[in-house]
């Protein structure tokens, strides 16, 4: 990394590959080992994505920020309207960290002919959970996360296991296509409160705020109750139903390797996912548990 300074932010292709490639040239002339790590966002920076920046940073001698609200991953026209588009607060925001690249082209630029006429499929797990509540999502995410790649050349892509689905398909698609990228994963980060923190939590209200905490403590709950999957769901559905306004739209466990619900006789480790709406905002969160039939 070099000192830190304000990143240049970038809106062009053809111009943030050159750019790569002379912090590439010229961090190995310095002796250094010119890795490229990329952070893909859709902006709203907070400091969960501060949290993948630094991991990146530890990861390599040049980091890349990419700011990109992906209309290929919204199914809903209102979602992609609504989303936060600060991009000058996200640039400030990056400028103590020591990112020397922030690429944030325009949806033209990424999808000159409209949507692409080829995509990445997610595969039967794109269709569960978020997929089934957004369909196309997950291709649309795959399709602009191995753009990215590819238009970066990134030795590394940093994600945050907030976003737990959306890690397993990014693993699964470099795995199947034999992409050239390390992934790594960074925890999820949370206010004091156990809220995980998301771009979206700027829609809730402060009493949709407060309403929200149920969705954490719900996995905090199951957490307490491991010695069978059914058992951690019921803890969790109980704090959650306690609260009127979160609405359930999925609370399931499923299997670390395949991303399917595990059965009922089944122990070790496992994640739990949740997903609500509180008022009009959607949010999920995630956490792992390790069933233990020996731990009730
Ligand atoms: P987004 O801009 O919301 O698409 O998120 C960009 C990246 O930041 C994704 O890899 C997310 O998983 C990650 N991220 C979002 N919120 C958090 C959080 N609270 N903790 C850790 N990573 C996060």
Redesign the pocket.
């Known amino acids: 990394m070099t000192e830190p300074h304000p990143p240049e932010v970038i809106g062009s292709i053809a111009e943030l590959r050159e750019r790569i490639a002379r912090a590439r040239a010229s961090a190995v002339a310095a002796g250094r080992s010119g890795r490229v790590a990329l952070?893909?966002?859709?902006?709203?920076l907070?400091e969960?994505?501060l949290?993948?920046v630094a991991r990146a940073a530890e990861l390599a001698d040049i980091v890349v920020v990419s700011i990109f609200v992906n209309p290929l991953q919204f199914g809903d026209p209102t979602d992609l309207d609504l989303y936060p588009r600060t991009l000058d607060a996200d640039v400030d925001k990056l400028a103590a960290t020591g990112v020397e690249l922030v690429f944030a082209p325009t949806a033209r630029e990424m999808y000159p002919n409209g949507a692409t006429g080829t995509t990445v499929t997610a595969g039967p797990v794109g269709s569960l959970f978020e997929g089934a509540s957004r369909p196309g999502h997950f291709d649309g995410v795959l399709t602009v996360v191995d753009k990215l790649i590819q238009i970066s050349g990134a030795d590394v892509a940093?994600?945050?296991?907030?976003?737990a689905q959306?890690?397993f398909l990014v693993q699964s698609m470099v795995a199947d296509l034999n992409t050239p990228v390390q992934i790594d994963v960074?925890?999820?980060?949370?206010e004091a409160s156990g809220l995980?923190?998301?771009?979206r939590n700027a829609r809730l209200s402060e009493v949709e705020r407060e309403g929200a905490l149920a969705i954490s403590a719900a996995l905090t709950a199951a957490s307490a109750h491991t010695g069978s999957a059914a058992g951690a769901l019921a803890a969790a559905r109980a704090v959650i139903e306690a609260q009127p306004l979160v609405k359930l739209d999925y609370l399931v466990v499923v299997h670390p390797d395949t991303f399917l619900p595990v059965d009922d006789d089944y122990r070790g480790p496992a994640r739990m996912l949740v997903a609500a709406l509180v008022g009009g905002t959607r949010l999920i969160d995630n956490t792992a548990l390790d069933i233990d039939p020996d731990l009730t």
Not at 196 to 199: D, I, P, T, Y
């Open positions: 952070v893909p966002t859709m902006g709203a907070h969960g994505h949290s993948l940093v994600f945050g296991q907030k976003d959306q890690v960074v925890p999820t980060v949370r995980a923190l998301s771009s």
